[in-house]
């Protein structure tokens, strides 16, 4: 069974950083391209930022370019987005995805459970 | 590539069918022939669901009444009877070029 389990976020100041992960398993992690997808509160889905099944191809919404960085180690089986310099419009629940194949496609098939990112002073 | 959704809320009777529109701004064909539009679903307090990969390939598990549409820039989702559980935010997305993805505003459905 596939499974994505998010953990990290919480609360930061404008300015700070924080780490989400998404551990993954039920298939072959390094197979798949994964993506962040972000939902500010009472709003839609917003793309954040995807990297290929090997790593060596990353992209990033204009929002996040520069600021956030979207890694992932293989060997762990687990997803990385680090966010420096934190805004206010940061603010959202991050979910982590699936694509259904090896390069950044939208095909995004299974879904973690989400995880809330404030930044508040 | 700007996608546009019509209407933004639909109150459904039991039963009864649905039809949702998405738009973009743009030709989502790409030169591979395929044609790069998804459908998604939130449920009321759930992770979005996959429901339709390149228009129309209904994902495993999605109900038979449900069926996806369309072409370029104008695709279609449609319910051919509503259910109760078929509550919730119906987004678009498209991903034409790697890393440019974007969704839609969204079609929230609710019963009447």
Redesign the interface.
Known sequence: EVQLLQSGGGLAQPGGSLRVSCGASGFTFRNYAM?W?RQAPGK????VS?ISGSGG????ADSAKGRFTISRDNSKNTLYLQMNSLRAEDTAIY?C?KD?TA???????Y????TLVTVSS | IVMTQTPLSLSVTPGQPASMSCKSSQSLLNTDGKTYLYWYLQKPGQSPQLLFSEVSNRFSGVPDRFSGSGSGTDFTLKISRVEAEDVGIYYCMQSLQPGLFTFGPGTKVDIK
């Open positions: 993506t997808v839609g889905l917003e793309w995807a191809s990353t992209y990033y979910y995805a259904r390069v950044a496609g939208g095909d995004f098939d879904w973690g459970q989400g």
